[in-house]
């Protein structure tokens, strides 16, 4: 049973939505594609558990071309092939994010926002940590000028 009007929409132009089976002016949200119509609560748990788990894959493509790529061993090409591949994929993941958000629709945007959030979490908050525990330390400042 559909709880919202078709056609789908990707953007709301009257501010966030949060969709009611009692709204009968509500339009549907669009999953990315014109096709993917979230015309059903189903729908759209699935559609909020995936825009997480994209948040999620950004982040860790983030870790991935800093730990596996940048700091390994591969010929110097190789190396750059393969931390622009990466970085390709994260763009696009990221961008995917980004439209997600701007659907306007209240549980897609919490489930973008709470995926790169628990994404920085799990895998890049040490590089945080240490990027902040280094502000403005001469230690810091010193080894940032030798290594130029």
Same mark, same amino acid.
């Given at each position: 049973?559909?709880?919202?009007?078709?056609?789908?929409?990707?953007?709301?132009?009257?501010?966030?939505?949060?969709?009611?089976?009692?709204?009968?002016?509500?339009?549907?949200?669009?999953?990315?594609?014109?096709?993917?119509?979230?015309?059903?609560?189903?729908?759209?748990?699935?559609?909020?558990?995936?825009?997480?788990?994209?948040?999620?894959?950004?982040?860790?493509?983030?870790?991935?071309?800093?730990?596996?790529?940048?700091?390994?061993?591969? #010929?110097?090409?190789?190396?750059? #092939?393969?931390?622009? #591949?990466?970085?390709?994929?994260?763009?696009?993941?990221?961008?995917?994010?980004?439209?997600?958000?701007?659907?306007?629709?209240?549980?897609?945007?919490? #489930?973008?926002?709470?995926?790169?959030?628990?994404?920085?979490?799990?895998?890049?908050?040490?590089?945080?940590?240490?990027?902040?525990? !280094?502000?403005?330390?001469?230690? !810091?400042?010193?080894?940032?000028?030798?290594?130029?």
């Amino acid at each position: 049973m559909s709880y919202c009007n078709l056609p789908g929409q990707t953007m709301s132009h009257q501010g966030f939505v949060i969709p009611y089976d009692t709204d009968p002016a509500a339009l549907c949200s669009l999953f990315l594609f014109r096709g993917w119509v979230l015309d059903t609560q189903v729908k759209l748990a699935f559609a909020s558990i995936g825009t997480f788990l994209i948040g999620l894959l950004v982040e860790l493509l983030v870790r991935v071309r800093r730990e596996k790529v940048i700091k390994s061993d591969l #010929a110097p090409l190789a190396k750059r #092939a393969a931390s622009s #591949a990466i970085y390709l994929v994260q763009v696009v993941g990221a961008y995917f994010v980004m439209l997600l958000a701007m659907t306007m629709q209240v549980y897609l945007f919490f #489930a973008a926002v709470f995926g790169l959030a628990v994404g920085q979490t799990l895998f890049n908050a040490d590089v945080d940590d240490a990027m902040t525990h !280094c502000f403005g330390c001469e230690a !810091c400042e010193v080894d940032s000028v030798s290594t130029e």
